[in-house]
């Protein structure tokens, strides 16, 4: 394919019926006397007329890029931050994992994903975002998050998850992956059992059916590799005439509920049964898979996260839950590239990777 034309070049895409016209105006091989060229060139081009219309000449070259910043234009600028100095690791990615360190998944993991929906009354925006720790050592992203839809029209919901990889674990990115995909899966399978179970407000049957999907989404891993992951799974009816949703956790991190301005936590309760402070993870250190039903109104808003940024939520300091419920509690839905800017709001100490997704539902 050629290149593009630049000024001043003969020009041959301009054709008529007598034969080519090149950029300057007359040809010579046109076998005309002396005496008419030289007429012909003092009168100029002939005059475009409704007969013989002038011909139209596309450029073929770009116009020069202006660098400058449009005025007018804002920009976000680096991420914002709580308290009165900013954490000590830059707000940016820095190194990144290299391919030569033999694991192809981390190599190709980015540093961010950015995601959402829109379904009837229901709108979702989701972020994961690598860590400024792992950003300064070169390590990737071991959060994982999906959105999408599961089961038939009849028993149709949204399914939100986040998994948190252990740093413990050698292969966590990996497991934490799999993992969510896996149950997604398997919760397909059993998407209208699930339905069945949530309009008959029946938490134990949700508890056997998480325990089952999960159970056979952990078999789905390959034996023998380290992976350590937490997992949260939301289940939203499509059909906004049921107002319950479904909660499955399993170790840290999970959902909040904006009410009225106010960030509550609204996670299963665990049973005690652990001896020490380990979080539990999959797919070993866990006793069972928790299930929660709760239930929510339109203006209200679910917020389903990994500890990266559900335990500055909970901090002492409350400047932080109040930066959230000031930009997530409005009535208009953020952009997909407002949500990220929002959703990496930094506070010194917390440095972990942040897995976010936030459902908003409109009234009639």
């Not at 400024?132 to 992203?141: I, K, L, P, Q, Y």
Request: aromatic share 4%; glycine share 10%.
């Amino acid at each position: 394919m050629s290149g593009p034309m630049h000024r001043g070049e003969a020009r041959d895409d301009v054709t008529g019926s007598g034969g080519t016209t090149h950029g300057h105006g007359l040809d010579e091989d046109l076998g005309l006397p002396d005496g008419i060229l030289h007429d012909m060139r003092m009168r100029g081009p002939a005059p475009a007329s409704a007969e013989h219309p002038a011909p139209q000449v596309r450029e073929h070259f770009m116009p020069p890029v202006s660098l400058s910043k449009p005025e007018g234009t804002p920009l976000r600028g680096e991420p914002a931050h709580v308290g009165r100095r900013p954490p000590s690791y830059p707000p940016h990615p820095l190194r990144c994992p290299s391919v030569r360190d033999g694991d192809e998944f981390a190599a190709f993991t980015p540093a961010v994903l950015l995601d959402g929906a829109q379904v009837g009354r229901l709108a979702v925006r989701a972020t994961s975002v690598r860590g400024d720790s792992h950003n300064w050592e070169g390590t990737c992203r071991q959060d994982a998050m999906v959105v999408s839809r599961i089961g038939p029209p009849e028993a149709e919901f949204l399914l939100l998850a986040i998994a948190d990889g252990v740093g413990s674990a050698k292969r966590s990115h990996t497991g934490s992956h799999l993992v969510i995909r896996q149950t997604a899966l398997r919760l397909d399978q059993e998407a209208e059992s699930i339905h069945a179970a949530l309009t008959a407000q029946e938490e134990g049957r949700l508890c056997g059916i998480a325990n089952k999907a999960v159970a056979r989404a952990v078999s789905d891993l390959r034996i023998g590799q380290e992976h350590a992951t937490t997992l949260h799974v939301l289940l939203v009816p499509t059909d906004t005439r049921i107002r319950g949703r479904v909660l499955f956790s399993v170790g840290d991190g999970g959902l909040f509920v904006l009410r009225e301005g106010r960030w509550e936590q609204d996670n299963p309760v665990g049973d005690g049964s652990l001896l020490d402070t380990r979080t539990e993870a999959l797919p070993h250190a866990y006793s069972t898979v928790k299930a929660h039903l709760l239930r929510t109104e339109p203006g209200e808003v679910l917020l389903l996260g990994t500890d990266g940024i559900t335990n500055p939520l909970t901090q002492k300091d409350p400047e932080f839950a109040q930066r959230l419920a000031n930009m997530w509690g409005r009535p208009e839905v953020p952009s997909l590239s407002d949500f990220l800017w929002q959703a990496q709001t930094r506070a010194k100490s917390y440095d972990d990777d942040r897995t976010v997704i936030c459902v908003w539902e409109r009234s009639e």
